[in-house]
């Protein structure tokens, strides 16, 4: 089955010791008292009370990032789901969290254009390999439950992003939005130039392992006086 949104898509403009204990205290107070927004419940079709607690895991960007090499490219991929960045670190999950709240309105305006109740967002990088990488952005494709998507909006986060080309260690950063059915909980592949991602049925068992610590993590935070 093929998804079938608008062919006229286009690309948004790019926007021109102890002392680390208690600031990851503070982070993860912070992260507790911003858990309750509806942003992500609008983003995963989940209410936030089925979400995992903020700020109680563990978990680093690459644990959770799906990889693609090609040619002089190679591409990262992250999930914006906040049933998965909820497991990352404090640091990592409020890095991401404001990133959210940045695009939250411009989100919801496409959103409303295109009539998806909850887009699926990723935030997608391009790393040069070589001298003069060329990119397309459009070509990026995911496949989830048999259904082929292509991003109904790409909003760039470099100033990169527009030349879609790039030097030897360059970086093009985005956020990708497709449309909704993308089961991120499952297994699911993203596509680009033939190449295709690999090891999210792993990535899936370290999330399900992380979930059940930060639900522990978390029961027994509440148990301390």
Same mark, same amino acid.
Do not use: C
């Given at each position: 089955m093929t998804s079938d949104r608008p062919p006229n898509r286009r690309t948004a403009e790019p926007p021109t010791g102890g002392g680390r204990a208690l600031r990851v205290l503070a982070i993860t107070v912070a992260l507790v008292a911003v858990g309750s927004r509806g942003w992500a419940q609008d983003t995963t079709g989940v209410a936030t009370q089925d979400l995992p607690p903020a700020g109680f895991g563990t978990l680093h960007q690459e644990d959770i990032a799906l990889r693609i090499q090609t040619g002089p490219l190679q591409i990262r991929i992250v999930p914006l789901d906040e049933r998965i960045t909820r497991l990352l670190s404090p640091d990592?999950?409020?890095? $991401?969290?404001?990133?959210?709240? #940045?695009?939250?309105?411009?989100?919801? *305006?496409?959103? /409303?254009?295109?009539g998806i109740r909850s887009p699926t967002l990723f935030l997608v990088t391009f790393f040069g390999l070589q001298e003069r990488a060329r990119f397309n952005?459009?070509?990026?494709?995911?496949?989830?439950?048999?259904?082929?998507?292509?991003?109904?909006?790409?909003?760039?986060?470099?100033?990169?992003?527009?030349?879609?080309?790039?030097?030897q260690r360059e970086?093009?950063?985005?956020?990708?939005?497709?449309?909704?059915?993308?089961?991120? $909980?499952?297994?699911?592949?993203? #596509?680009?130039?033939?190449?295709?991602? *690999?090891?999210? /049925?792993?990535?899936?068992?370290?999330l399900d392992r992380e979930r059940a610590s930060v639900q522990a993590r978390a029961a027994a935070a509440r148990k301390k006086p």
């Open positions: 990592t999950y409020a890095s $991401l969290h404001r990133l959210h709240e #940045s695009k939250a309105d411009q989100v919801q *305006q496409l959103a /409303e254009r295109y952005p459009e070509i990026l494709t995911i496949t989830s439950q048999n259904r082929f998507f292509r991003p109904v909006e790409i909003l760039p986060l470099s100033p990169l992003w527009s030349g879609q080309q790039l030097n970086t093009a950063t985005a956020i990708y939005m497709f449309e909704d059915g993308i089961q991120v $909980l499952d297994p699911f592949t993203v #596509s680009y130039e033939g190449g295709s991602s *690999q090891g999210w /049925e792993q990535t899936i068992r370290t």
